[in-house]
């Protein structure tokens, strides 16, 4: 189809499936009826709580208000709002209203939590209440912060006799309110306020004055980017007193990610899987290389790094060589990524070339940064761990002008260790600010810069063989004095704009800039007297990536259909060039190395190669998330690609030199149906293609084969209890990648595109809090990659680093209550099957099982851990292309933080 046609054609399609389906009927619902004869200076109006289910007269305008003290209150349990409402449909709306904060404020009879909101007389509410909890669901609302981005408020036994108050986004149009009483349910009065919005008054079962002192009343505001503790409130009664709160984490589940769909969506409402490593993750497993955290998914296996430096991943099967950062590609295979500036990690599995072009079909990482927060926050920590590795960061935000239009955050970080590899250390820097200013109510722009530095010993590791799986794992086989270094500075902006509660824009830019250099020795084969032989090489690269996005977000009805639309263009330009310095070093006795006997050359005559590559890329996106049913949400979209590649390669000792210039094109589709026949359950399924061009490979006429496609199909359950507390997915997938390069029968120096490989299997993974305190995230997952077709591999050979069976469970509880409250302790397991480090498969890397376990002290604002990492110092090893790494023994991180 050509490009011209492709827009139209995605809009007539989303329009085709409105006319066809049936307007759903309305529901009853309950409005908020406001006492005319209840008025209050501070224009707060007293609003009677009727059974939920019955239709309230219309609202009628206020004009005297008394104040909320002299408000007779209706003594009105929440008991009587027990009734059950039907199944909510979908009726029409003109427009979502947006609950921009939230308050918890004391008063002498327990609290008023505020929703604020402007349009506070527009909410209307179901009633879902079950058993112990009070829950409310406010539909066509939104909550959503004044920068666009979805939080949940949590205040965790904020008033005697309650026990856990929620506010959250429950689907995409829907916020529920949960009340959980200890005992039994308190009064709950609801007010409606033009200057503050909605507010419903919670009432102690105790007097204010038997309370619980307000330094252990610890509610916690999750936010995207958000994590550090409440203030205290000065007084209590009737006056408006904000408990001053600036986000804790959303414990190990998190129900919201915009990977999937580049808009805040709830994940029970995507059809393919996507799972979040939250910050409360990151925290409990002391997490130092990033690569680590992935362990916590299903279908995904971390690799060594290039060099020594950060890994990189396999899912489902299939090597992810790019990341993205915020949701733009990382420049290259080998980019760095330090945990200090990272907020959470949002994995999804499966084709994302619907939305972000050219990557594998198995799916993609995306760390997700930390943004400024609103009120102050200081915090530092410092590590210290085997093999003298010490670490210490801090982590500063908070406003920078008294009206809070100027935010700031800044983090710093600096890592230094040694290593269980023989003469192998390294060193990190990163510095990470980052600027929010509130242009006004509607718009706001974000400036994001981080440099970071990585400095230590290249080390390859080894190419596999039977006997070098043998050997020690501290054994070193490169030299003393190999040295890598890489530096990255990334630079962006992102400009959101609000043209109304329905419709945003949002333009964003990122500069990524990385040079590398890496001098050492390499190991490769083996000679015939048993000896390694080694390569010694100067490989200077760099890469650039340039990216400019805009997306339009709306949301519209059409009769009783609910549509979110996504509309996108990216313009990217990505930059590879490298020097190639290749020059031979004496071999060595893997069981008996002698070092240093030939000094690492930094000077040759000449070098063997170079080569300058360059993409630029035009991508341009459609999607529309329509909700035909409160039940039956339908997700459509595409994006086309015309990608330009340029190449100019130079073999210096050949004296020859290839140029390429050729564009690729391609349609990546994405369609998913998500069914709830329950309100915790979704069942899904979905189809997705994958688009990623060949760029080393061609065909005997010079030009480079066509670009790789993946095809998914997936289908799957989401499932969450009650509270939202925790969560599972299991999905099963089956992806077919074709256009793979092999060899052309006919000239074995070039390739054709008659290879084929498949990747089916299935997934589990659950993450949460089962009780009070006790958090739990796990995985398992059966995956088959394997070589389907092939000119020279053997077909049903398995794909490299594509682990049979993998398996994690890590779990934690913090006592709650006592003198022991805020001692923590957990342990976890993580379990990878053999994999294949060789096509053709002759060598396989063995099985293993690794244990961890942490205890923790953590009080108002401090907190001390230690962690203790493969107890049982289980001997293991992960791929590096087609290298293999040691994995590291038994070690010990011992870490305390303070923040304030």
Partial sequence: MKFKQLVPSLLLTSVFVALLTTPAKSQEKLSIAVDKSTTSTDNRSSTQLATLGTKIPHVKSITEIKRLSEIKRPSQSAQTLLVQSPTPQNTPTTEIVQVTGVKANPTNKGLDLILQTSSGQQLQLLNRSAGKSFIVDIPSAQLRLPSGHGFIFRSKAPIAGVSEIIVTNFNANTIRVTVTAEAKLPTIELFDSPNEGLIFSVASTTPVAQQVQPSTQQPQVQQQQSQTQPSQPSSTGDEAIELVVRGEVDGYNRPDANTATRTDTPLRDIPQSIQVIPQEVLKDQQITRIEDAVRNVSGVTPTAGYGGSNGNYTIRGFYADNNLRNGFRDPSFVTFTDPANIERI?????????????????????????????????????????????????????????????????????????????????????????????????????????????????????????????????????????????????????????????????????????????????????????????????????????????????????????????????????????????????????????????????????????????????????????????????????????????????????????????????????????????????????????????????????????????????????????????????????????????????????????????????????????????????????????????????????????????????????????????????????????????????????????????????????????????????????????FVDAGAPFTVIGNISVNF
């Fill in 346 to 882: 949002e994995v999804l599995k499966g084709p994302a070339s619907v939305l972000y072009g050219r990557i594998d079909p198995g799916g993609v990482v995306n760390y997700v940064t930390k943004k400024p927060l609103s009120d102050p926050y200081y915090a530092a920590q410092f590590d210290i761990g085997s093999y003298s590795f010490y670490r210490p960061a801090i982590d500063l935000s908070g406003p920078l002008t008294a009206d809070k239009r100027l935010l700031y955050r800044l983090n710093v970080g600096y890592e230094n260790a040694g290593s269980f590899r023989d003469y192998v250390n390294h060193e990190t820097y990163i510095i990470a600010p980052v600027f929010t200013y509130k242009i006004s109510d509607k718009t706001s722009l974000t400036l994001e810069a981080e440099y970071n530095k990585y400095n230590g010993t290249f080390d390859r590791g080894f190419t596999p063989d039977a006997v070098r799986l043998n050997l020690p794992r501290s054994r070193f086989l490169g030299e003393p004095g190999a040295d890598y270094t890489r530096e990255e500075t990334r630079i962006g902006y992102i400009l959101d704009h609000h043209f109304s509660n329905n419709w945003q824009i949002r333009n964003a830019f990122s500069a990524q800039i990385a040079n590398d250099r890496a001098i050492g020795v390499t190991p490769s084969s083996v000679s015939e007297d048993g000896l390694i032989n080694r390569t010694n090489q100067d490989v200077p690269d760099y890469a650039r990536s340039y990216s400019l996005q805009t997306d339009l977000v709306g949301k519209f009805n059409t009769g009783s259909i609910q549509h979110q639309l996504l509309f996108g263009v990216e313009l990217a330009r990505d930059i590879f060039d490298y020097d190639f310095k290749l020059g031979s070093f004496p071999s060595i006795d893997p069981f008996n190395p002698v070092y240093g006997r030939t000094p690492i050359s930094r000077v040759f005559d000449s070098d063997d190669s170079k080569d300058r590559a360059k993409t630029d890329t035009l991508g341009i996106y459609l999607q529309d998330q329509v909700t035909l049913l409160a039940n039956l949400k339908l997700l459509v979209g595409g994006r086309y690609d015309i990608a330009q590649f340029n190449d100019k390669f130079t073999d210096l000792l050949a004296n020859t030199q290839q140029l390429t210039n050729q564009q690729f094109d391609a349609f990546s589709p994405r369609f998913g149906l998500v069914y709830q026949p329950i309100q915790p359950i979704s069942l899904y399924a979905s189809y997705s293609r994958s688009f990623k061009p060949n760029t080393s490979s061609k065909t005997v006429n010079g030009a480079l084969v066509e670009p790789e496609r993946g095809t998914q199909y997936e289908v799957g359950v989401k499932a969450e209890t009650l509270n939202g507390k925790l969560s599972g997915t299991l999905a099963y997938f089956d992806i077919t990648k074709t256009n793979v390069a092999t060899t052309d029968p006919s000239n074995p120096n070039f390739s054709i595109t008659a290879g084929e490989v498949k990747s089916r299997g299935i997934e589990l993974d659950i993450a949460g809090e089962i009780l009070p305190g006790l958090n739990v995230i796990a995985s398992y997952s059966h995956n088959d990659a394997f070589v389907s077709q092939d000119n020279s591999l053997p077909r049903g050979d398995r794909l490299i680093g594509a682990a049979r069976n993998l398996a994690s469970l890590w779990t934690t509880y913090k006592i709650q209550n006592g003198d022991l409250k805020g001692l923590g302790f957990g342990a976890g397991v993580f379990f990878v099957g053999d994999r294949e480090a060789q096509l053709p498969n002759n060598v396989k890397l063995p099985s293993y099982l690794t244990t961890e376990a942490t205890i923790f002290y953590q009080q108002k604002n401090w907190r001390f851990g230690l962690n203790f990492k493969n107890i049982f110092n289980t001997k293991y090893y992960k791929t590096q292309g087609y």
